[in-house]
């Protein structure tokens, strides 16, 4: 007998933050929900920030999900703006512990072999695997997508919590 278990997906960043959740029982996925958190560039960065935690409390609030999942963070050319992703990232992990959460962290390349076969796709790539996988999940924005294909990469390497054995 499979159990239904929601997964939640992140692709962080401090312009967008996008969130996407899947539900999956045993080896078929559903599309349940998808957004992006846009902070306005005009904000002090730790508003910024502060609204990324407050607008993924209220989908973890409206969700419910038992897992969630985030893309690492990559080799940026520009330290600035690996910096920023790092303090977005940070910002939604601690959200995410805060509620009990366990995140899980997944490379770009494998996230992007899991939904299309290849580790190097493209953003249209990612967007177009994602309506053939999730259907009813419309036109999304790339970081909506984005985060779906992270919670598809969960959904097909993580370990339910369920079948782990505790220590």
């Not at 993924?56 to 330290?79: C, G, Q, R, W, Y």
Request: proline content about 4%; charged content about 15%.
């Amino acid at each position: 007998m499979s159990t239904i278990r929601l997964i939640l997906g992140l692709d962080p960043g401090l312009r967008h933050t996008g969130w996407g959740i899947v539900a999956q029982n045993g080896n078929r996925l559903s599309f349940v929900a998808a957004g992006r958190i846009s902070p306005d560039s005009e904000l002090p960065m730790a508003a910024r920030l502060c609204l990324i935690a407050e607008e993924l409390n209220d989908v973890l609030t409206a969700h419910h999900p038992e897992e969630a999942a985030i893309e690492e963070t990559f080799m940026h050319k520009n330290a600035s703006s690996a910096l920023k992703l790092g303090q977005a990232r940070g910002a939604a992990i601690l959200t995410l512990a805060q509620t009990g959460l366990a995140v899980t962290e997944y490379a770009a390349n494998r996230i992007k072999q899991s939904v299309t076969g290849y580790g190097h796709a493209d953003k249209a790539q990612i967007q177009a695997m994602i309506n053939m996988l999730l259907p009813g999940s419309g036109k999304l924005a790339a970081d909506a997508a984005d985060a779906l294909a992270v919670a598809i990469c969960h959904a097909h390497h993580a370990i339910p919590a369920a079948l782990k054995v505790r220590a």
